[in-house]
């Protein structure tokens, strides 16, 4: 097969404000704003950003939770919009999701035999006999013991809980699975071992994820690329290990610089980032980030930076770092890598 699994294009979502009764234009909140990407089968993306800037709102038009303002969704290079009845049922199977409460996602009334086997259920009728192997089967893929598939939702621990929501998403085999702030919720040692087998699944069965997180510890462990989103907007998107070794947009500079860091050794430092986050009513003119940005330069109030690719596979939404970086590569020996051109220029803080 060509092409990424799931691709998506100029996604955006504007939520009204009111009814607009006798106004000409209706003021509306700019949750997701012409983002961009793809997920290659068996990768992982991850999403970060600050609380508010629309991570949720990407996985909801993911999913078709939401109808988007404008853009596509593509899976295979099929439109999911265009999609009649069964070939909508056949790309429900293929994506899935995982929630950040288990508890409030889960049914209390029902086991998790009947938790898990669900979504099989509403495609194919199954006898007692095989749900409870489906059952024993899934609990297995998760870490969980068979016998668990008696108990209710309430009489499982917070870590269970969340196995049983990826034992109930991986029932259809599907080929990705979205998962928003799917760890954020349990302890941190619950936390890593569900990341563990997120992983281990993903090595043993190829499934691709978008894991949205606003925790950077978390997104380091687990993502191939990382995309960071501001007020709607894709800023960054970069390989993961790229990301954290150099960022290059003065926002993902600051978000690393304030992530809480296992490693004494790096320096942390204290809110970095000056202000708070603007209102996605009335975001700022230009580019979104310049009221707060230590290298705001006047083209940043008036235009909107595009997201400029790099040598090194990244993708950077910057007026100043892009030239920088131009100018460098300019005055650089032809043959050195961006890598290199990256790593020259001062990073004034
Ligand atoms: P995140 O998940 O990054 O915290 P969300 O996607 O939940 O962000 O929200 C992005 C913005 O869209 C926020 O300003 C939020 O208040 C707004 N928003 C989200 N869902 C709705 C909705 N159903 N109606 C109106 N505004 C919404
Ligand atoms: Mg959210």
Redesign the pocket.
Known sequence: MNGPLLKVENLTKH?PLGAGFLKKTIPV?R??EDVSFSVEAGETLCIV?E????????ARLLMRL?EPTGGRVLIDGTDIAGLKKDSLHAWRRRMQMVFQDPYSSLNPRLTAEKIITEPVENFERLSRKQRQALAADLLRKVGMSPEMMHRFPSELSGGQRQRLGIARALALQPSIIIADEAVSALDVSVQAQILNLLLDLQQQMGIAFVF?SHDLGVVEHIAHRVAV?YL?RIVELAPCEALFAKPVHPYTEALIAAAPVPDPTRVRLEAPVAGEVPS?INPPSGCAFHPRCPLGVERCRIEVPPLVPMADGRVVACHVRAQAIELQGQSAAAGNSLATTVSAITWNR
Do not use: E, F, W
């Open positions: 939520y909140i949750a997701v950003g609380s508010g800037c629309g991570k949720s709102t990407v939401v949205i989103m709607g996605p």
